[in-house]
């Protein structure tokens, strides 16, 4: 695992929108642009909210960021954390070592709490976040509307150090 660079950025999102279609891992319901996302990847600093990317066959196979959690001042030490894993490579053990290795690089970014918003309906992200202490700490409802189905979306959290 590595930072991510802005070379990057296309399989990035490339992985990203590979995901869209399986309604799973994100409310996008249409792909988006390597344009789109460039804002969004230079929000996020190598230091303290950075975005790292997974090689496997000297090719980026996976991807995990840190978000400032509801960017205000006091929630500094919160950060989100989203994992997108390429179709090929799920089920391999990628998204264990990803959150393992994220959330022992959140303690070194000040981080003491992670949150993880996931779909209700996608056990295997759930099961997996549940695998490393997190627990459900809300749920919202049939917020989403995706193909005129509506999704609730879980909050998992795990305080990571004191």
Not at 9 to 17: A, C, D, K, Q, S
Not at 54 to 59: R, T
Not at 79 to 107: H, N, P, T
Request: charged share 25%.
């Amino acid at each position: 695992m590595r930072i991510a660079t802005i070379a990057d950025l296309p399989r990035i999102v490339e992985i990203y929108n590979s995901t869209i279609p399986t309604r799973q891992s994100t409310a996008d319901t249409e792909p988006v642009t390597i344009e789109a996302r460039k804002e969004w990847f230079f929000r996020h600093k190598p230091d303290h909210r950075p975005i790292f990317v997974m090689e496997k066959d000297e090719k980026v196979v996976a991807w995990v960021s840190f978000e400032s959690f509801y960017g205000r001042p006091a929630y500094f030490h919160t950060a989100e954390i989203s994992i997108y894993i390429d179709a090929q490579y799920r089920r391999q053990g990628i998204g264990r070592q990803i959150l393992a290795l994220s959330i022992e690089i959140a303690k070194n970014l000040q981080i003491k709490t992670l949150v993880g918003y996931i779909f209700s309906h996608n056990e295997p992200s759930i099961r997996l976040f549940q695998s490393f202490g997190f627990d459900e700490w809300g749920r919202l409802p049939n917020i989403a509307v995706m193909d005129g189905k509506e999704y609730s979306l879980s909050i998992f959290g795990k305080r990571i150090c004191e």
